[in-house]
């Protein structure tokens, strides 16, 4: 078994902010980037923790993302509101337009925000567990790379299109999804490769659009989206929503814009925000009672909230700190000391 | 092979506006009913034509829906709308609020329609396809009646919750899908019933929670839905958004009130609209164009559009009108002669 040594959030945090601002991204974004990814450390998504530097570092030191873009929100006062990222990352953008975001929805019960021309690494539940401690209901999704064969296809065309909900709760955390709108994640199906492991069937085809369990084939091929044609629908719904209907790259062409899917993918993001008491006004009823009465049904019949396993990470991390490998302690050393030339071009 | 018999739209839509108030049901809503009823036929959606008249006519004779309802919007400017459908049908409402959603969606970029206390029994892609032709994406959820275990659990508790989604082109029909968060329809469970045949699997467990492929254990136990957990996810986002979040029915409340599956579940509704123009401004592309770019990947690697069967039976039924079977023909003729005497209690 690996040896795990416990490093307490903030000082997680002074560290990753570290590697970053020592790779020439401003101290604001850092910070921001800094919250993304050490709340995926203490939540358990190791595929959204630390693993990520070195994603966001390369993306850098190829010049492909803007690590001083400055987000600007423009001015308005409808439903939609834009902020401009600059070919930067997601996150300081998200942070600097959340409160006009929550405004607004608390004002006119719903509002948009529309992410214009960034690199989004992070996961979308971080965004939508914001808003909904806000008291909100947040849907967010967005494009990524073209990986994903549309169902009766045979070829990468589609993201692996992440799409989260939340929902507030009171004296709980909010419920909360967040998934890839492929069968499986990218990284597990490198995952198997390392492994010398077959893919479950299902899960991919091969260059000539074949079937296949080979996990180097499938790399070289597409990946399924999930649940078949209705998940291809979705994964559909999601380059259009978030990607045609915003002017922004959908996965085919943020694909190209990167030269394939090593560096980080460049898109715009869709995330929409309700005020359940505004939508119920009328109806009597309390919107936020009516939830919980689903989700005590829910695990009443014994099955699982999608983000249990997150919350009970974090309760874990904050009492007795995050957990890293030996491993994970020498790469954020080794970034710390040599910024980017310790990633590979 | 069964004789078919040709009707023209004009006169399907005479014969089920005669049977439609033959039953009761005010003038206004028996030709909105009827519009989306003959729409199905005209569709080759079997499903959702003529065959749901008796579902209808059983309803009214039970006293469970409000065949004269008159449906109400309420007045505001903001991009939330309200149409209380008293306790009637659904369409009649949407008819009645969609010019308003259309406008509000225009000037502000986004609006939500919440269609409050109605009985749906019409498909989704009506109303999307009918907002997209108006220039604006759209996206509709509601909830029916409690038939789909959660993913991990044991027992009917979500709706077979559909989600429909449209998206404008030029020159084409609208990018249209709608479909069923459950695996299956529960109607393709009872046609396997009646012909013998186990289920798939992966389709259903027994009133013991255990998996099963006998159709009439099926019926008596609960259907999966699509996808795992992913789906399960979005139906549950399903009951919340278009359930707990207007103070309306969930599907466990719709089944409890309308005292199981047989008649049809009574809840709310839930439909955004989106202007791409809104959503695309200052990006300097072409919202729609940008789909259609979408639109010839798909199609350029042998993928199926969603609603293109539908558009091919729609081409037909225009210029040769609807094929029906003998025995549809004498269900009609049945029920405008007996009304809801034609209907078992």
Known sequence: MTALRSISIAELHRRVVNVLQGAGIRSETAQSMARVIVAGERDNCKSHGIYRLEGCLRVLKAGKVAGDAVPQLLPGSGPVLQVLAGGGFACPAFELAQPELVARAETLGLAALVIRDCLHFSALWYEVELLARAGLAALSMCPSHAAVAPAGGTAPLLGTNPLAFAYP????????????????????????????????????????????????????????????????????????????????????????????????????????????????????????????????????????????????????????????TEAEFEQLDRLERLGLAAVED
Chains 1, 2 share one sequence.
């Open 169 to 324: 709760r009171t004296g709980a955390h909010p419920y909360v999804f967040d998934f890839a709108t492929s069968v499986a994640a990218r990284g597990e199906i490198e995952l198997h490769r390392r492994a010398g492991k077959p893919l479950p069937e299902g899960w991919a085809m091969d260059a000539d659009g074949n079937p296949t369990t080979d996990p180097q084939a499938a790399l070289d091929g597409a990946m399924l989206p999930f649940g078949g044609h209705k998940g291809s629908a979705i994964s559909t719904m999601i380059e259009l929503m978030a990607g045609a209907m915003l002017g922004e790259f959908m996965s085919a062409e943020a694909h190209r814009e990167m030269g394939g899917t090593r560096l980080l993918p460049r898109h715009g993001a869709l995330i929409l925000a309700f005020k359940p008491a505004h939508f119920a006004a009328g109806s009597g009823r309390d919107p936020i009672a009516e939830g919980e009465q689903l989700f005590d049904a829910i695990a009443g019949q014994g099955a699982r909230l999608p983000s249990q396993r997150r919350y009970a990470a974090r309760a874990r991390a904050e009492a007795e700190g995050i957990f890293l």
